[in-house]
């Protein structure tokens, strides 16, 4: 029987491929705004660009906004995404427990696989604007959570 509603959802037809680049998103708990707070974005900022969250997979493009975080992960031979995503959370979450935000993340995440014939710089280009699309900013250069390979 296919699942349809929950975290389990999310789970089923879950493929991890060694080399291909996935678009993830995962939410805040309770879908709180938690990174409004400048320092609880900081912290998180500053796990984006450490090895250690990501294992031998490569973060190319992120954005984070005040109750979700958007990425474009490249895996790598050795870990899949559960494992990835897993690390994410973990570290980040550890990160943030000292500027007293409570419990960081919610169960899950989605993913979607970058079809090969995708522009990889057009949905970078998707993940950075989000804040824009949200009305949180006049111009992206002015929102200050986001990176990108290609900018």
Known sequence: MTPRFGYRSLRHGRVSLPGQ????????????PLFRNVEAARALSRCMREDSCWGDATLLCWVLMPDH?????????????STVMNRFKSITAKRLHCTQVGLVWDRGYHDRAVRADEDMRAVA???????????????????????CVWL
């Open 69 to 81: 975080w958007h990425g474009l992960v490249k895996l790598g031979a050795r870990d899949n995404l």
């Open 125 to 147: 280009r998707y993940i950075v604007a989000n804040p824009l699309r949200a009305g949180l900013v006049s111009h992206v250069l002015d929102y200050p959570y986001w990176d």
């Open 21 to 32: 680049i996935y678009l993830l998103t995962t939410v805040a708990a309770y879908r709180r």
